[in-house]
Every structure is written in C-alpha cells, then in structure tokens.
Nanobody
Framework: QVHVVDSGGGLVQPGGSLRLSCAMSGRTFSTISTYAMGWFRQAPGKEREFVACMSRSGATTSYADSVKGRFTISRDNSKNTVYLQMNSLKPEDTAVYYC????????????????????WGQGTQVTVSS
C-alpha cells in the first residue's frame, strides 16, 4: 500500500511563485529513491497534461515546453518528498496539479506519459489570478 499526498497549491497573482510538495508513505512503501516521479496538471475542460518529471536517481529531468525555465522539479529522498517550484506563474498555469510515481524503473529513465505511472496523488489546486 503506497500513499501519495500532494500539497502546496493556492491562489497567487501573475508573476508569483508557489512550491508544490508530494510526500510518499505507506505500509509497503520503503523509499522514494526507487521511484521515478512526475507532475501533471489538468485545467477545467482540458485533458491532463505533462508538466515535469525526474528519474529515480535525480540525474535526469524533463519539462513541458510551456513551463521550461519557470518550473523546477526536485526531490529530497531523506524526506520521501518531491517538489515542484513554480516561478513566474501565468493565468494559463491555473489547474489541478497531480504528483505521480512509478517504481521498477531504471536509474536514469523519465516518463512523460501519465499512463506510465502507477501511483497518483489526490491533486492540489493552483489558481493564478489578479
């Protein structure tokens, strides 16, 4: 049994910043260092889309073009937590953000398709508005 809990969303003005957190735990969970991690988002009336991902080693990352240079994914294995630092936020970043995890992966592999992931958080709302 593995739990994924997203947090950190909120209301922010355009140009502002937020940091999302994704904490993993559970009876059958040991360490986040064995998981490749990803962030996805879904805006109202739109399909879920990829935002960012990181390999289990942390050595490889990938970002959607729409967030490159503004968002940064990171991980703290000692806290079993992954973060998404979001800077220079725009109204079009408004969405529910979901963290996802996949185990049994190579050290440097990253995954940009939601269907590749096994475990998902409940989502956290990010609203960018003045």
């Amino acid at each position: 049994q593995v739990h994924v809990v997203d947090s950190g969303g909120g209301l922010v003005q355009p140009g502002g910043s937020l940091r999302l957190s994704c904490a993993m735990s559970g009876r059958t969970f040991s360490t986040i260092s064995t998981y490749a991690m990803g962030w996805f988002r879904q805006a109202p009336g739109k399909e879920r889309e990829f935002v960012a991902c990181m390999s289990r080693s942390g050595a490889t990352t990938s970002y959607a073009d729409s967030v490159k240079g503004r968002f940064t994914i990171s991980r703290d294995n000692s806290k079993n937590t992954v973060y998404l630092q979001m800077n220079s936020l725009k109204p079009e970043d408004t969405a529910v953000y979901y963290c996802a995890a996949k185990n049994q992966v190579g050290a440097f592999s990253v995954y940009v398709r939601g269907d590749d992931y096994v475990y998902w958080g409940q989502g956290t709302q990010v609203t960018v508005s003045s």
